[in-house]
């Protein structure tokens, strides 16, 4: 069982369009292999935030997806989440902190134990470079789905969720933390506030997407 917390945006876009009914495909960037994706599948493509038009409103932004006519099935491109889905096996979930609990009361059903172990992926971001960047908001974002099962019963976590488990919940303002950390500042500087706003709506999605035949479904 794998859970991936990509919560600026990736996975916070795919709550908001699964609750809307869109089937969503993973794909580690718009290229050519999106795109052929997007026919087999009769999906539309996803384009980067800046590049949304009349005609191809959908993109990583969730206030964009909120609001764009809901398609069918949806091809989603993203470096850090989408591409870690893409190259999963097993069971895979998305979880944000708009459906950490929903994802918890989900996950403690049936795994959580020794024989069906949960791994949490805090996705992170890219450095110009390419290299990863650790995400405060995919750290807070674990964090909340780890403090959730904990809730829920007793079970073993290892430091490294513990560590998580702990960051969340002596967070004392999670929303302002994201608003204020390295990715939230850059998505205002470049005029993608709402989306920051829409993903800590904690809390308050009930929709679990589990990834089904090779799109994030309601579990």
């Known amino acids: 069982m794998l859970v991936i917390i990509d919560v600026l945006s990736f996975t916070t ?64 491109p993203s ?7 893409s190259a999963a096996d097993g069971v895979v979930v998305a979880a944000c902190l708009r459906n950490a609990l929903a994802v918890a009361a989900w996950l403690s059903e049936e795994y959580g134990t020794r024989d069906k172990p949960v791994t949490v992926i805090a ?25 959730a099962l904990a ?24 929303r302002d933390a994201v608003r204020r950390c390295a990715s939230g500042v850059e998505l205002a500087t470049g005029g993608f506030g709402q989306d920051i706003e829409v993903a800590v709506e904690l809390g308050t999605s009930t929709v679990v997407p589990v990834l089904i035949d090779g799109a994030f479904q309601p579990a």
């Open 13 to 76: 876009a795919v709550t908001v369009a699964v609750e809307r009914g869109v089937a969503v495909y993973p794909a580690v960037r718009p290229d050519e292999r999106a795109v052929q994706l997007a026919h087999d599948v009769g999906a539309e493509l996803a384009v980067g935030r800046s590049e949304v038009t009349d005609e191809h409103p959908w993109s990583l932004s969730p206030a964009a997806l909120r609001s764009a006519l809901a398609p069918a099935r949806l091809v989603l």
């Open 79 to 85: 470096p850090n989440g989408s591409a870690i889905a």
């Open 123 to 147: 996705a992170g971001e890219r450095w110009p470079d390419a290299s990863l960047r650790p995400a405060l908001e995919d750290l807070l974002g674990a964090g909340a789905v780890l403090a």
């Open 151 to 174: 809730q829920r019963g007793a079970f073993a976590e290892s430091p490294e969720a513990a560590s998580a488990r702990m960051t969340y919940e002596s967070t004392e303002s999670v």
